[in-house]
């Protein structure tokens, strides 16, 4: 819809000094979705040029202003041996209740910062240990794990005018061997429950990254395969009796079930390959 | 700066407001095949294709197509010839009111063919409120396939029989290829924008009103308030019978008594002063004692929606013995059923558009299912003679029930007549939601039957929840209380119907289907209960 409370376009290019009642300008898919009253200007990404995906030795490099498209279409090089990709990036690209014409031109960047519970990609990047590259206004850069720049419902640990660069996925995580579980009101609904978890075929560890059912981001990283309870328990003790999401998407107490469910299938799943290897 | 799109084909260099989106550029230079359904990315009918790329173009700034060629349904055909797509959707008949088709059809246009093999999924961003989707599907898979597996498709009529077959739509070629003119797809120069601000409370006298600094916006040129319009009451619903509904509402009133009722309306010269008009708009309110639960309504020490009090009609009749049948019945069902508000969701919000002709005559273009009934109201609210009244209709964009209201026409054509100038004022989905929705029901419902499956009696009382205004209230009671009966055949029957005065508006079904689920829930089930009870000719029904 037009925001005719915007009286003009900054391109970021020009790093143009942040002021109250500016928003960054990525795929606009969110800002263009409701009245935003309070919005004057929008910094244009548009124009950065950034790749939207760079395969360094260190891992894998996403832009901020990737597309979900882009990052659904990713092929690893030829000898990268990152099960990951197909296992995980696909599903949740397609986890988005939204259209595949909306991925066309969402970025990654977008869906981490508006921190929805539903936000697949902060569910990838969290359990892909992703660490962000914040922008400060003074020039100054640091780094946070994407996992805790989500702090809420919507809520991030940002500063004021504070820009994602992009997110960093390490290649030892894009190595591990992954499943994914997800639970809709319906089947293409947005997600009430997104379960990620990860085995490190090398060292054994696992990692369950919980999503859309908890109102935060919540990963929980375990030294040997977790036997169901401990699973379970380590699940309960994380989330809290207050961490599950209320809304027209789904009953706390029904995501709960779902979550818990949904972990029990993924250990079982990965169990069985390990065992299977 | 510069600017330059080439959509179908054709240069456009205007510049759009920053924080314009590509759809509402697109409209306002002439392509009207490409839609507003909800603005926020959800439902499809504004998808375009951008370099060949499918977007919602309610989410794409206008200021990022800089350079780029934007295809919208105008073009996709080439030039008499139907793109295949736009031909299987008028083969298979893939629309009914057609307001989603544009979308529908640039969406199909993009799929691959892994895409159309799962329907479900590359169609969640495009939304039918007519056909059920089955139609639609049809079309898409006759496309993906060149027709060979199509089914629901008709053949092409041989010979000159004219029974027998279907005929097409004589819209389906304006439909597909997006030269079917709804509401607002019309070129109207010179059209001021009226933006309405609503109520935060749920009653309220409103104290005060400062408009001065909303006048001060540039462009805005007239602030209506409940002082400047008429004193006449009238109903909102549009009923052949007008004395069917009470007239309880005024153009603005100086009592709001539901969160979202218009309070004051701003006319500017574009949408986005008005709507800041409004934003600097200052209401004193004396917020009043609500009532938002109907049972509560209807007690007496609930505070009075209206002078007349709370009820808003009522129906209590009953035919044959029912104390009697109830006492010699072998089981007795009872329980209580309730159904929630829910909103038309046609694709087309409401819109009105007004102006004075050559010779001075008022007209009103609207999407409404009774233009007739609209003049007649119209008349009545600005003490107009008829032949001083024309109202229009374009194609409508769905409707449902919904668009047999008045919401838009009476403040645009007020507005208009005082400017001497034309007024529109399109609805955002989110009014959609605020202002029009189906009557939530409570059915207490109680049946006696003897054991061979023969129904012996009907209790039932049903509360209805009318919100504020009493439009379309008494008739859906009616219908709610009478036509329940007619279904199966029942010894004897008493109804008790009440109606509390959010307003409601009138949906398909008109009623009916509530009261009637309400039977299906029986303990003996549908298929037991209907060869011996189904309704007859000498079965009872109450006058």
Known sequence: MDLTSVREVCDARHRPQWEAGDAWLAGGTYLFSEPQPQLRRLLDLGRMGWDALRVTPGGLEIAATCTIAQLNAFVPPEGMAWPVAGALFGPCCRAFSSSFKVWNTATVGGNICLALPAAPLVCLAAALEGECVLLAQNGGQRRMPVARLVTGAGRTALAEGELLRSVLLPARALRRRAAVRRAALRPQGRSAALLLATVDPGDGTWRVTVTASTTRPVVLPFDRPPTAQALRDALEQAVGPDGWVDDVHGHPAWRRHMTLLLAEELRTELTADEEGA | ?543
Request: net charge positive; proline share 6%; charged share 25%.
């Open chain 2, 1 to 543: 700066m510069t600017y330059e799109i080439t959509v179908n084909g054709r240069v456009h260099t205007r510049l759009p407001a920053a924080g314009q989106c590509l759809r509402t550029y697109l409209r306002a230079d002439g392509w009207y095949g490409v839609k507003k359904g909800c603005d926020a990315g959800d439902c499809g009918a504004c998808t375009v294709h951008v370099d060949g790329m499918p977007v919602h173009s309610c989410l794409y700034p206008a200021l990022r197509a800089d350079g780029r060629e934007v295809t919208t349904v105008e073009g996709l055909a080439a030039g008499e010839r139907l793109h295949p797509v736009q031909q299987a959707f008028l083969g298979a008949r893939g629309f009914q009111c057609g307001f989603c088709t544009p979308g529908m059809v640039m969406t199909a246009a993009a799929l691959t063919p892994e895409q159309s093999q799962d329907l479900p999924d590359a169609l969640r961003g495009n939304l039918c409120r007519c056909t059920g989707y089955r139609a639609v599907v049809d079309a898409i898979r006759t496309a993906a396939d060149h027709g060979s597996s199509a089914r629901h498709i008709e053949e092409e009529p041989c010979g000159e029989a004219v029974h027998g077959r279907s005929e097409p739509d004589p819209a389906g070629q304006a439909v597909v290829t997006g030269a079917a003119r709804y509401t607002l797809d019309a070129d109207l120069p010179g059209v001021l924008h009226l933006k309405l601000l609503r109520s935060p409370y749920a009653h309220a006298r409103i104290t005060a009103l400062h408009t001065a600094d909303a006048l001060d916006v540039p462009g805005v040129r007239l602030v209506l308030t409940h002082h400047d319009v008429p004193g006449v009451r009238f109903s909102t619903g549009m009923h052949e019978q007008a004395d069917d509904e009470p007239f309880d509402t005024r153009v603005l009133d100086g009592v709001v008594r539901y969160a979202g009722q218009r309070v004051t309306a701003v006319v500017a010269e574009t949408e986005a002063a008005a709507e800041e008009g409004c934003r600097r708009l200052r209401v004193d309110y004396e917020v009043l004692p609500a009532v938002t639960d109907p049972h509560a309504a209807l007690t007496r020490k609930a505070p009075r929606v209206h002078p007349g009090g709370n009820v808003v009609h009522e129906v209590h009749r009953t035919s044959g013995d029912v104390d009697g049948v109830f006492a010699q019945a072998d089981c007795v069902y009872e329980a209580t059923f309730r159904t929630q508000r829910v909103q038309h969701a046609a694709l087309e919000t409401h819109a009105a558009r007004a102006w004075l002709d050559e010779a001075g005559r008022l007209t009103v273009r609207t999407a409404t299912q009774t233009p007739h009934l609209v003049r007649r109201a119209l008349c009545r609210v600005l003490n107009l003679p008829p032949r001083q009244v024309r109202v229009v209709a374009g194609r409508v964009g769905g409707g449902f029930g919904g668009k047999q209201e008045l919401l838009c026409e009476d403040i645009v054509a007020l507005a208009a007549w005082r400017l001497r100038r034309p007024v529109q004022l399109e609805y955002t989905r989110g009014e959609e939601f605020t202002s029009t929705t189906r009557h939530p029901f409570d059915i207490h419902l109680t049946a006696a039957a003897r054991r061979d499956g023969t129904l012996t009696g009907l209790k039932l009382r049903i509360i209805c929840d009318a919100g504020a205004y009493g439009n379309h209230s008494p008739s859906v009671l009616e219908r709610a209380c009478q036509d329940v009966t007619g279904m199966y055949r029942w010894g004897a029957v008493a109804v008790d119907g009440h109606r509390r005065l959010h307003p409601h508006r009138a949906v398909r079904g008109f009623s009916r289907l509530r009261t009637r689920a309400g039977h299906f829930r029986h303990g003996v089930g549908p298929r037991r209960t209907r060869p011996p009870a189904r309704y007859c000719p000498a079965g009872l029904s109450p006058a």
